[in-house]
């Protein structure tokens, strides 16, 4: 066979190809369906690799896009369908743009042997190895079990289609979209695989390309979602201040005491913590301390609005507390109701190491809850409060809140210096675009150590 016949044959081999469901779905993320694949032509067994490697563009940013093609062999991993994953992160790396993953297979070449569990082993190294020098998002629109659930979890944010499925098991314990949202697993749930592209779209937009780059910056005049009131809870206060339809809100049906997002304020990406209980359990605070700890490693600032009473887990706390005080980004509190002891140390204050902390006039900020301040600090007066009481409860009650209003008002905590400014909530925005201004340029020195444990 010439030169010019068989060249002929393998356009047309990759040409029935195209037609596949990995090329529909990258041609329905990239701009204008126009992409540069990589390794074409590499072979698996006695055909194509079982992975479309590419590199285009996603609303004129640059990314590198692999989709399994379960056209081939079901998509299942190969020591080829491998060696195209990791030339593909090379290659990120080298240029320092995001990686997007679709996933899309039935498992593995099991007759690759002892080849096949170097192939795992070598994307799962390469994946982490990767891990807070570029965005890594993972897409399942199909199956995606064993290892290949472990790589895909290992990513910054995962989407999942409702019709995907990701599992460590098979044989009928395979995960839905639904369980692995509730237990956190996945970030975003899209009911169908052009939901879940578009959601991509939506946070290569709003995440920098690297560790070292800036996040994108809109410089035209935004609009807000809302506007925040004393009325509203801490979350919806986050919330309403972010740019119009710019929230990407992220695990939203796990650990819901802490609801966390990305979003715009003014053009500036920021990542948004704001409680949603006055009881802060383990799974919310583990939560909000994996979102602090992926915006610290791209330099994102961390927005926290804060009204809650106390931690209910002591290990949750610890992380949250370590994450917080550990992220050198740009760090702004607001506390829209409560913040007492070590919920306003780890989130607000000192401990969280807050470049600037507002607070809502009807704020209230101490080192102790209500109840055990006022007895505390009322001593003997307390009991006497209470002496000959008919409805004990109730009078405790008025005790406390008396105590409450008179003593631990925000504007106390100001005078002592634990906040810095108390905002009107329809002033919160503006606040926020200046003090993120002021702190675009925020540099930290930190101690010569590989990483906090």
Same mark, same amino acid.
């Given at each position: 066979? /010439?030169?010019?016949?068989?060249?002929?044959?393998?356009?047309?081999?990759?040409?029935?190809?195209?037609?596949?469901?990995?090329?529909?779905?990258?041609?329905?993320?990239?701009?204008?369906?126009?992409?540069?694949?990589?390794?074409?032509?590499?072979?698996?067994?006695?055909?194509?690799?079982?992975?479309?490697?590419?590199?285009?563009?996603?609303?004129?940013?640059?990314?590198?896009?692999?989709? $399994?093609?379960?056209?081939?062999?079901?998509?299942?991993?190969?020591?080829? $369908?491998?060696?195209?994953?990791?030339?593909?992160?090379?290659?990120?790396?080298?240029?320092?743009?995001?990686?997007?993953?679709?996933?899309?297979?039935?498992?593995?070449?099991? /007759?690759?042997?002892?080849?096949?569990?170097a192939s795992y082993g070598d994307v799962l190294k390469y994946s982490n190895n990767l891990s807070g020098v570029v965005p890594q998002i993972a897409v399942v629109l199909g199956k995606?079990?064993?290892? $290949?659930?472990?790589?895909?979890?290992?990513?910054?944010?995962?989407?999942?289609?409702?019709?995907?499925?990701?599992?460590?098991?098979?044989?009928? /314990?395979?995960?839905?979209?639904?369980?692995?949202?509730?237990?956190?697993?996945?970030?975003?749930?899209?009911?169908?695989?052009?939901?879940?592209?578009?959601?991509?779209?939506?946070?290569?937009?709003?995440?920098?390309?690297?560790?070292?780059?800036?996040?994108?910056?809109?410089?035209?005049?935004?609009?807000?979602?809302?506007?925040?009131?004393?009325?509203?809870?801490?979350?919806?206060?986050?919330?309403?201040?972010?740019?119009?339809?710019?929230?990407?809100?992220? $695990?939203?049906?796990?650990?819901?005491?802490?609801?966390?997002?990305?979003?715009?304020? /003014?053009?500036?990406?920021?990542?948004?913590?704001?409680?949603?209980?006055?009881?802060?359990?383990?799974?919310?605070?583990?939560?909000?301390?994996?979102?602090?700890?992926?915006?610290?490693?791209?330099?994102?600032?961390?927005?926290?609005?804060?009204?809650?009473?106390?931690?209910?887990?002591?290990?949750?706390?610890?992380?949250?507390?370590?994450?917080?005080?550990?992220?050198?980004?740009?760090?702004?509190?607001?506390?829209?109701?409560?913040?007492?002891?070590?919920?306003?140390?780890?989130?607000?204050?000192?401990?969280?190491?807050?470049?600037?902390?507002?607070?809502?006039?009807?704020?209230?900020?101490?080192?102790?809850?209500?109840?055990?301040?006022?007895?505390?600090?009322?001593?003997?007066?307390?009991?006497?409060?209470?002496?000959?009481?008919?409805?004990?409860?109730?009078?405790?009650?008025?005790?406390?809140?008396?105590?409450?209003?008179?003593?631990?008002?925000?504007?106390?905590?100001?005078?002592?210096?634990?906040?810095?400014?108390?905002?009107?909530?329809?002033?919160?925005?503006?606040?926020?675009?200046?003090?993120?201004?002021?702190?675009?340029?925020?540099?930290?020195?930190?101690?010569?150590?590989?990483?906090?444990?």
């Amino acid at each position: 066979m /010439n030169i010019e016949s068989k060249m002929e044959q393998l356009m047309s081999e990759k040409e029935k190809l195209s037609s596949g469901k990995a090329y529909e779905r990258l041609a329905k993320l990239f701009d204008d369906g126009t992409f540069t694949e990589l390794d074409a032509f590499a072979k698996s067994a006695d055909g194509y690799a079982e992975v479309v490697a590419a590199h285009g563009f996603v609303r004129g940013l640059g990314v590198y896009v692999c989709a $399994q093609n379960s056209d081939i062999a079901g998509g299942a991993m190969s020591k080829a $369908q491998a060696a195209k994953i990791r030339k593909l992160y090379d290659l990120a790396l080298k240029t320092g743009e995001p990686v997007v993953v679709m996933y899309d297979s039935i498992g593995g070449r099991l /007759n690759e042997g002892a080849e096949l569990l170097a192939s795992y082993g070598d994307v799962l190294k390469y994946s982490n190895n990767l891990s807070g020098v570029v965005p890594q998002i993972a897409v399942v629109l199909g199956k995606c079990f064993g290892t $290949q659930a472990l790589i895909a979890s290992s990513a910054d944010i995962l989407i999942m289609s409702e019709q995907g499925a990701l599992s460590l098991h098979t044989g009928g /314990n395979e995960a839905s979209a639904e369980e692995n949202a509730k237990h956190g697993v996945s970030h975003i749930t899209a009911k169908d695989e052009d939901e879940a592209i578009e959601q991509v779209k939506s946070l290569v937009e709003l995440l920098p390309s690297n560790n070292l780059a800036s996040a994108c910056i809109a410089y035209e005049s935004v609009e807000a979602q809302g506007t925040p009131s004393l009325n509203c809870s801490a979350a919806e206060a986050a919330f309403a201040v972010a740019d119009a339809d710019s929230l990407v809100e992220l $695990q939203a049906a796990y650990g819901k005491g802490i609801r966390t997002a990305l979003a715009t304020v /003014n053009g500036t990406t920021v990542g948004m913590v704001a409680t949603d209980d006055r009881a802060l359990d383990g799974k919310s605070c583990a939560k909000a301390a994996r979102f602090i700890r992926f915006c610290d490693a791209f330099s994102l600032p961390v927005i926290s609005f804060i009204d809650a009473e106390r931690f209910e887990c002591i290990k949750g706390a610890a992380k949250l507390t370590a994450a917080y005080a550990e992220a050198t980004s740009a760090k702004i509190s607001i506390v829209t109701g409560d913040a007492f002891g070590a919920v306003y140390i780890a989130a607000a204050g000192t401990g969280a190491a807050c470049d600037m902390t507002f607070a809502y006039p009807g704020a209230s900020v101490s080192a102790l809850t209500p109840e055990t301040e006022a007895v505390i600090m009322l001593g003997d007066d307390y009991g006497g409060k209470l002496k000959g009481s008919k409805d004990p409860k109730a009078d405790r009650a008025k005790v406390v809140a008396d105590y409450k209003d008179g003593n631990m008002t925000v504007f106390r905590a100001a005078a002592e210096g634990y906040v810095d400014d108390i905002i009107a909530p329809e002033d919160t925005r503006a606040k926020l675009a200046a003090a993120l201004d002021m702190l675009s340029n925020k540099r930290v020195s930190t101690l010569p150590k590989k990483h906090g444990v």
